[in-house]
């Protein structure tokens, strides 16, 4: 079998195993993704928190960034010179923001 067809195969096989997700609104998407099975726990991190920044639910972006801080968890990567992860980076701009009810 030659790599096209190799090809062919693995992509056939991804269709049928995952629904379309470009179909989904984001409410769906993100049951889809609680849905799928986790490697480890985090895993999805930083698509789940984006996805709930998104359907404006900073409580439970906040309540998830924390339980990653506590774990260790970065959220998937470091993003900065200083060692600032994609944890940390959510948390800060979700306090920042005024109309946040996590904001202090």
Same mark, same amino acid.
């Not at 609104?25 to 993704?33: A, E, M, V, Y």
């Not at 968890?73 to 306090?95: K, P, Q, R």
């Given at each position: 079998?030659?790599?096209?067809?190799?090809?062919?195969?693995?992509?056939?096989?991804?269709?049928?195993?995952?629904?379309?997700?470009?179909?989904?609104?984001?409410?769906?998407?993100?049951?889809?993704?609680?849905?799928?099975?986790?490697?480890?726990?985090?895993?999805?991190?930083?698509?789940?928190?984006?996805?709930?920044?998104? *359907?404006?639910?900073?409580?439970?972006?906040?309540?998830?960034?924390?339980?990653?801080?506590?774990?260790?968890?970065?959220?998937?990567? &470091?993003? &900065?010179?200083?060692?600032? &992860?994609? *944890?940390?980076?959510?948390?800060?701009?979700?306090?920042?923001?005024?109309?946040?009810? &996590?904001?202090?």
């Amino acid at each position: 079998m030659g790599p096209e067809l190799l090809a062919q195969e693995i992509f056939a096989w991804a269709d049928k195993q995952l629904p379309d997700i470009s179909k989904l609104d984001i409410q769906n998407f993100l049951n889809f993704l609680r849905a799928t099975p986790r490697g480890y726990i985090g895993a999805y991190l930083a698509v789940e928190v984006i996805a709930l920044m998104l *359907v404006g639910n900073d409580q439970e972006v906040y309540a998830l960034c924390e339980e990653a801080r506590k774990r260790g968890d970065s959220g998937g990567f &470091t993003i &900065t010179a200083e060692g600032m &992860t994609f *944890v940390s980076l959510a948390s800060n701009w979700l306090e920042s923001r005024p109309e946040s009810a &996590t904001a202090q």
